[in-house]
């Protein structure tokens, strides 16, 4: 069975804050934790920093709960896009973005819901659940987002804060179940103090009241985060194609790789 | 076969400050549940909740907490369990969270798990000692604890320690 995984864990300035919110991930259960930058667009342009590794920031990881391995910390990035002309950055090969391992567009119009979903090269796609949604989700986008492997991203910690958001993210969240179905559904917490996380069982159960079924719900916070992580880690390796033909003829021929495609690797 | 079908939900209460742990009592944490289950369902859920909702066991010490319910409806109860935000008793407001451990069909299931979780719950304890002064007190204070039982100890121990039974 796949192991829990919280996405989106805010890094703030805050070291020891940092520290006790990991901790409590480990208490509870979570194998794994993204943290979260989050890029947006409509300030002055921001440059995009190098992710800190985690390795520098807690030098001592701690102890998943029942397992006697570590949290696996993995870094990522949220562009909150309005405007089509922020979506180049995605595009041009700016080291600093292959850096990180996951990466989530938060789109703010129906068009860039639909660039998102069909042309650009990211892991995740975050549904906003703070106000009420301004376009309709369409059949056509989120197929092909499924069929890319990108997957849909709720935030739980609104709905425990407040009523109004409550209302609105259940009303989101249904209006994207009646589209996909509740395929490729992810969900976490933007948690920012260790009391706004709940356990993983917790979350498959919140994942009920958004019109998930029960192994839809489980799968949201287990097999599908593990899945965006291994997504990630295939956009950040694989950049072409090596195409070797056997030759039947001489041996000396095969020594050469055929001009085909070589691979870029990145380290 | 007329029985009315319950079920068991183990949870525990995760409280940040030390001194959050005065507000635990059944009637608090009852009534922190039932306000969740109102602000999510309205007034048709906690009706339909209340019908055999209580508070079956609490443990300050831990925060463990049994709550039972009626099958048909412990989907309501569990999903929302992750609302309760803060526990109110006396005057007192400790800010904390419900986190399930097991959902079970009778109390003896719910205990099972609960020893088992316990006993991991003292391994990590034990490993996250420092030194061998710390290690023996734990062990003490777990021997020294007596149940008609018998509590079983971890296998972290080196030397053999016989079960106490009284």
Known sequence: MAGFADLNVPQGPDKKGLQSLLEA????GYS?????HVIDFKEKKQEIAKPV???EL?????IVQGTSKQLKVLTRLTLVVSDP??????????SNIRLYDIIAVFPKTEKLFHIACTTLDVDLV?????????????RPPVNMAIDRGIYFELLYTPAIKDSTMRRYTISNAISLMQICKGKNIVIS?????????????DVANLGLLFGLSESEAKAAVSTNCRATILHGETRKSACGVVYTVKKLRKVEEEETLPACKKAKTQA | MVRFKNRYVLCEVVAEEPRGRHCIEDRAVGTAVRDAIARAYGDYGLACCSVSFTVKYLNAYTGTVLLRCRKDFHRLLCSALPLVRQLESRGLRCPCFLSTLHVGGT??????????????????????????EERQRIRQSVLSCSLTEGQSQSGDEEEEDDTETD
């Open chain 1, 189 to 201: 917490s933007a948690a920012e103090r260790p009391l706004e996380l709940r356990g993983p069982y």
């Open chain 1, 32 to 36: 794994a934790v993204a943290l979260n």
């Open chain 1, 85 to 94: 002309s922020h979506c180049n950055l995605l595009r041009s090969t700016s």
């Open chain 1, 25 to 28: 991930a480990a208490r509870l």
């Open chain 1, 53 to 55: 590794s985690p390795s």
């Open chain 1, 126 to 138: 975050c549904i906003n659940v703070t106000e009420k949604l301004p376009f309709y989700f369409r």
């Open chain 1, 58 to 62: 807690f030098p001592s990881l701690p």
């Open chain 2, 107 to 132: 109390i003896r299931s719910c205990q099972k798990f609960l020893i088992q979780h316990n006993r991991r719950q003292l391994l990590t304890l034990l490993q996250n000692c420092t030194n061998e």
